[in-house]
């Protein structure tokens, strides 16, 4: 599938209006909170939709500044509508338009594995890290299928070894379950969901991995050097 096609399937079909109405922000703290502390903190949301990560760690974790970046202008729309205190930016994340070491956390729910380059967004995320920086990566196992039309997907073992090519040091791995078994109680979604959770409880068939990892004090070799302006 060509990049406009890609773009005109966010602008167009994805789920964002049902994103804006029943956020799950029990869900997304979970992941969040492994970031803290917060206060204080240059927070990026990679790959934000609707920008409740970003509201989360603006509004409980008292970031000092939340950043949400998503190429979906659609998107974007809401989430400066329910957060207006967030800053907004409408770009590619395999290209980030930020200087080296803007950022004192990071967070990415569900989006890194929708990238045209996965490695290529990874490299830019470390980038923009600042030295010893955490950033949470969720991200889905090797069964999981949505209707995306770009979907990466790995073992926990692929995973690992995607973020240390890219200078990460994974420093744990967590789950997360997925959706809400209620989320929108149609019959066979409900059933499907309460299947997930089943499935999950094997550590090696877990829905997503929530890897949190640090960027070294060094950047890798080659990554030097490399700003850009906002």
């Known amino acids: 599938m060509s990049t406009p096609d890609v773009r005109a399937y966010y602008e167009d079909s994805y789920h964002f209006d049902e994103d804006v109405e029943r956020p799950n922000f029990a869900r997304l703290w979970r992941a969040l909170r492994f970031l803290e502390p917060l206060q204080g903190a240059a927070f990026l949301d990679l790959g934000s939709g609707v920008g409740w990560a970003t509201n989360l760690a603006l509004s409980r974790g008292g970031a000092a500044l939340g950043v949400g970046l998503d190429f979906s202008?659609?998107?974007?729309?809401?989430?400066?509508?329910?957060?207006?205190?967030?800053?907004?930016?409408?770009?590619?994340?395999?290209?980030?338009?930020?200087?080296?070491?803007?950022?004192?956390?990071?967070?990415?729910?569900?989006?890194l594995e929708h990238f045209p380059d996965v490695r290529g967004g990874l490299r830019e995320l470390y980038r923009v890290l600042k030295g010893g920086a955490l950033a949470v990566v969720v991200v889905p196992n090797f069964w999981v299928r949505t209707d995306q039309p770009l979907e990466f997907r790995a073992t926990r073992r692929g995973w690992t070894q995607l973020l240390t090519e890219s200078g990460f040091r994974v420093l744990r791995v967590g789950t997360d379950w997925g959706p809400s078994i209620l989320k929108n109680r149609k019959p066979l979604r409900v059933v499907l969901r309460v299947l997930v959770r089943l499935v999950s409880l094997v550590p090696a068939l877990r829905y997503q991995f929530v890897f949190v990892v640090?960027?070294?004090?060094?950047?890798?070799?080659?990554?030097?050097?490399?700003?850009?302006?906002?």
């Open 214 to 230: 640090q960027k070294a004090d060094a950047a890798p070799s080659g990554e030097r050097g490399r700003d850009r302006k906002p």
């Open 73 to 111: 202008g659609r998107a974007l729309t809401s989430a400066k509508r329910f957060t207006p205190g967030g800053s907004w930016v409408h770009a590619d994340g395999t290209r980030l338009p930020f200087v080296d070491a803007s950022f004192d956390r990071a967070f990415s729910f569900g989006s």
